[in-house]
């Protein structure tokens, strides 16, 4: 099984940025973590990117052999009409992700552009969202 983890715009600062709402260890850390417990039933990929477009790119290039898509868009999940349409476009599943639960934040951030195209949303548990999402990409295979 092969699983694609995307992080979208300023995810590449986990560790540094704003500790209090997004924790302080790495993602790269976290995701050597993930890699390791999940050896023996998937590969793991990394994708991270601050630009939109390249966040679409991945999508396309990896959403039509991929078992799954772990998808945290950061900030583009409440704009982007354009990463919704490329979710619809390809035919891996997709587990949106946010670190933190962005129903306690500001208002902007309750509305969700990419939700209807997912299969399923996390959100609110730091890090541990990618392992409930792999988990629930695991669970959707074996059904």
């Known amino acids: 099984m092969k699983i694609v983890i995307i992080n979208g715009p300023n995810l590449n600062l986990l560790g540094v940025r704003e500790p209090e709402i997004y924790g302080g260890r790495r993602f790269e850390d976290y995701l050597a973590c993930l890699q390791h417990k999940y050896n023996d039933v998937a590969t793991i990929e990394y994708f991270q990117s601050n630009v939109e477009g390249l966040i679409i790119d991945e999508l396309h290039r990896t959403g039509f052999d991929c078992d799954g898509i772990v998808l945290n868009a950061g900030a583009y999940t409440h704009t982007s009409l354009?990463?919704?349409?490329?979710?619809?476009?390809?035919?891996?599943?997709?587990?949106?992700?946010?670190?933190?639960?962005?129903?306690?934040?500001?208002?902007?951030?309750?509305?969700?552009?990419?939700?209807?195209?997912?299969?399923?949303v996390i959100a609110g548990f730091g890090l541990d969202c990618y392992r409930l999402a792999i988990e629930a990409l695991l669970a959707m295979k074996s059904e």
């Open 82 to 120: 354009a990463i919704a349409d490329a979710i619809r476009s390809i035919t891996s599943p997709v587990v949106e992700v946010h670190i933190s639960n962005v129903h306690k934040r500001e208002p902007i951030r309750h509305h969700s552009m990419i939700s209807c195209a997912c299969a399923g």
